[in-house]
């Protein structure tokens, strides 16, 4: 299959339309009051949808409505990857962990964890054990999510 990467979505013209075929999409919402806006690398490698972009983020509701801000009002890798799906218009999927009490991501646009692969989360290259929305993120991080085979 070929990669589709971010910069061939916005060609594409993906529109709100579209990603609805993909399931739930999010909507744009506003980071905290107060809160600094920070700027990070986002980096997302799928099976076939990948790329690399600078985008701003800061704490913010995601998914259902939970503030998402490591709880120190920060930047998170969730509220970047919701940041960059409001502004490319891709679609991102995720469940609620009850044991993590953090959200787990499902789907980001055409790839899908399964039985076999999950996304997994990195920032600098360490990978994220305590949740997406526990983990504080700084001007300048590389945030990656990656679709790997399940250990």
């Known amino acids: 299959m070929k990669k589709i990467t971010l910069t061939a979505l916005r060609k594409l013209t ?7 075929a993909f399931g739930l999409t999010l909507g744009t919402a506003p980071a905290a009051t ?9 980096d997302i490698n799928g099976k076939d949808f990948s790329g690399t972009i600078p985008i701003s983020t800061g704490p913010r509701p995601v998914f259902d409505g939970t ?14 990857l919701v940041d960059a799906s409001d502004k490319f218009e891709f679609n991102v999927q995720a469940q609620f962990d009850e044991a993590m009490k953090d959200f787990t991501v499902t789907a980001i646009d055409v790839d899908e964890a399964d039985s076999t692969h999950e996304w997994k989360i990195y920032v600098n ?3 994220v054990t305590n949740g997406g929305c526990h983990t504080a993120i700084q001007a300048g991080d590389k945030v990656k999510f990656a679709l790997e085979p399940i250990e």
């Open 125 to 127: 290259d360490v990978q």
């Open 14 to 20: 993906l529109g709100a339309t579209a990603a609805l």
């Open 34 to 42: 107060g809160a600094e806006m920070i700027q990070v690398t986002l």
């Open 67 to 80: 503030l998402c801000d490591a709880g120190s009002n920060s930047g998170t890798p969730i509220t970047a």
